[in-house]
């Protein structure tokens, strides 16, 4: 059974206190346009009343005045205008930034958000400063300020918080799956849960024994007890959590790392003296409902773990993966990736750029290819110059596309590939049955494969054996392949290892408006075992 979170909402804002409040609010913006109103008479007054004092000096200046006193320098700056315009936006922004914070602060939302997710509701809140273009004398952070929250209207509460009340469970799930995934990487995954119940946090406590505010774990633990506390039906206290405010009041009466052991709440904390916490999980009721709604939200993707073959590496997934695995790249991750693919083609010994042959091994609907065929122009290309030993801008002409390969299992997307006309050949089988004797070598290979049972692996190996020797990979994978304990997983980071492969995260839910949750990370490899600080 599906374990769900509480869904506080709109009914902790009763309708009539959100008109209320929405009547108050447009009361207060009224008045303050009186005022304006009120205050720009005032200014006219006081205009009159200087332009009939200067009638009264019969054009003498008194040198004698001291005008440095404070009483004089108040006295002149009695009214201070600003344009209506201004006033009024102002006003608005001010008074409807308070009220939104009044209000979600009586929903409790943020019982449900993880530190991260609340501070980015918290920069929605926020007060965006006026800024004006110096030349056309326009507001420009009209941009900026449509991300954040909208007017301040009984209608937009209501659409707003029912949104908020629709998507509960989800920004419950979300902030549980980046709670342990922070508290340690193998977590990234719902198959994390196979080390057992204990967690360490290396270098939790600095040198004089207070928190590393560096790594900021005092928040990760709140987190953690935070989703604890929700799956235990209990009040989430966000700032002074049992065992963070345990642990500060232990750190009260010391000024220096020390050994010790205490139990609160759901967690056993065990600290040393190099500065690490070892925490133990006490519910493994608890615990067992993480673990089923992480599997839940990082769905079906990650692999078994099921791998007792004599060579890892060298026994592949044969049959297509469920629903072929298929999911593609969002536009915005498909620039990251290609931006690291080292598409430049500068050939210094014939003064000019080579066209490359790159290959996108399943490629789906083209996300990859269709940037890496874009034409690429010469004319501020920077490239490092021996001579010189520093960057220098080079090249300059006409356009140039590299050649681009893509394999595709699916017939239709296959077809589609073709019907651009963008790229070189476009073959229509699995990856894994191709052959490089059939397609050549390739300088460069982008690709984002299956994820499911290790199929990642199984792809980027065999695309190893399409490369040149001075070729190039970048792949997308499933985060689990840096921490699974799997044969394959262990011999394929091995390789990479020797390799001088570089990997990094991708931003977590990279893939989520495709359907899945699973993290994943970016692979790069020099085929011939090129460092990474090679020049």
């Keep these: 059974m599906t374990e769900t979170f509480g869904q506080p909402g709109t009914d902790l804002v009763p309708y009539s206190t959100i008109e209320e409040v929405a009547g108050r609010r447009d009361k207060a913006l009224e008045l303050y346009a009186a005022a304006w109103k009120a205050v720009a008479r005032a ?31 108040r006295w002149h700056r009695i009214i201070e205008m ?62 900026e300020a449509a991300k954040g929250l909208p007017e301040f209207t009984a209608e937009n509460v209501r659409a707003t918080l029912e949104g908020f009340m629709a998507n509960a469970d989800m920004i419950a799930r979300r902030g549980l799956a980046n709670a342990f995934s922070k508290l340690d990487r ?57 065992a963070v405010g345990s642990l500060d009041r232990d750190m009260i009466a010391r000024t220096r790392r020390v050994q010790g052991c205490i139990e609160v ?30 599997a839940e939200w990082y769905g079906e993707v990650i692999a078994d773990g099921r791998n007792g073959e004599a060579d890892p590496l060298a026994d592949k997934k044969w049959l297509p993966a469920k629903r072929y695995g298929y999911f593609p790249t969002p536009s915005r991750l498909a620039e990251e990736v290609v931006g690291h693919a080292n598409l430049s083609s500068w050939d210094r010994e014939a003064g000019g750029h080579r066209r490359l ?45 590299h050649r681009v390969d893509c394999v595709e299992l699916q017939p239709h997307l296959a077809d589609e590939l073709k019907a651009e006309g963008i790229y070189n050949r476009v073959w229509c089988q699995d990856f894994l049955t191709l052959s490089p004797a059939v397609t050549g070598l390739y300088d460069r290979i982008v690709m984002n494969p299956p994820f499911d049972l290790e199929r990642d692996i199984d792809h980027v190996m065999h695309a190893l054996d399409f490369l040149e020797p001075q070729g190039f990979l970048t792949a997308i994978m499933s985060a689990g392949t840096e921490f699974r304990e799997t044969r394959k997983a262990v011999a394929f980071r091995a390789l990479m290892k020797k390799l001088n492969a570089q990997t990094g995260d991708l931003p977590p839910g990279s893939f989520s408006e495709m359907g899945t949750n699973v993290n994943t990370m970016l692979l790069k490899v020099w085929k011939c075992g090129r460092s990474f600080y090679w020049r």
Excluded at 363 to 390: I, Q, V
């Design 43 to 73: 200014n006219n007054k006081l205009k009159k009343a200087h332009a009939m004092a200067k009638t009264a000096f019969l054009g003498e200046v008194n040198g004698f005045t001291y005008t440095e006193a404070d009483e004089v320098k």
């Design 82 to 143: 600003v344009p209506e315009s201004e006033w009024n936006r102002t006003a608005r922004k001010l008074v409807d930034n308070s009220a939104w914070a009044g209000i979600i602060a009586r929903t409790e939302l943020e019982t449900l958000m993880d530190v991260e997710e609340t501070e980015k509701l918290h920069k929605q809140m926020r007060y965006i400063p006026d800024r004006v273009d110096p030349h056309t004398r326009e507001l420009i952070t009209g941009e």
């Design 186 to 242: 193998r977590f990234k995954s719902h198959d994390g849960f196979k080390i057992g119940s204990r967690i360490i946090i290396t270098n939790c406590f600095s040198d004089s024994g207070s928190w590393n505010w560096h790594s900021h774990p005092d928040r990760t633990i709140m987190d953690v007890e935070r989703v604890l506390a929700l799956l235990d039906g209990q009040d989430v206290k966000r700032r002074y959590a049992s």
């Design 265 to 294: 709440g759901y967690f056993r904390l065990r600290m040393f003296l190099n500065g690490n916490l070892h925490i133990w999980f006490t519910r493994k009721d608890l615990l067992a409902k993480v673990n089923q709604i992480l």
């Design 357 to 401: 042959r790159i290959l996108e091994p399943s490629a789906g609907g083209g996300a990859l290819a269709r940037l890496c065929a874009a034409p690429r122009f010469h004319k501020h290309d920077n490239e490092w110059s021996e001579e010189h030993k520093t960057w220098i801008q080079v090249g300059k002409g006409e356009p140039y596309r």
